[in-house]
């Protein structure tokens, strides 16, 4: 299968900045996409900033002009680059992939999802 593993989370304070990173694993074919989401406590998962392989990138309005997101293809790794960190940034930030991968015998396409990485920003 795949697996995601996301780094970098941590503790900033408001100003600050902090990058995360995800590393894709396993029997991948090609990653299609990648996404990073966010959630808080009692909300629903909101997507922060996603891109395909070929470039295209999108932005939740919160986070335009403040958040980047960037690929690796040859090291199927994603990061995304928080700047001018606010408290309302605070949340549990996960990666998501779209993946074609090999399973089971057959080609298949799937969205995988990291396990999350804790980031606060302190006033």
């Known amino acids: 299968q795949v697996q995601l593993e996301e780094s970098g989370g941590g503790w900033v304070q408001a100003g600050g900045s902090l990058t995360l990173s995800c590393a894709a694993s396993g029997n991948i074919l090609n990653i299609n996409a990648w996404n990073w989401y966010r959630q808080t406590p009692g909300q629903q998962r909101e997507l922060v900033a996603g891109?395909?392989?070929?470039?295209?990138?999108n932005y939740a309005d919160s986070v335009k002009g403040r958040f980047t997101i960037s690929i690796e293809n040859a090291k199927n790794t994603v990061s995304l680059q928080m700047n001018s960190m606010n408290p309302e940034d605070t949340a549990v930030y996960y990666c998501?992939?779209?993946?074609?991968?090999?399973?089971?015998?057959?080609?298949?396409?799937?969205?995988?999802w990291g396990q999350g990485t804790q980031v606060t920003v302190s006033s």
């Open positions: 998501n992939a779209d993946v074609t991968n090999w399973a089971n015998h057959e080609i298949t396409r799937n969205y995988f």
């Open positions: 891109t395909t392989t070929d470039g295209n990138t």
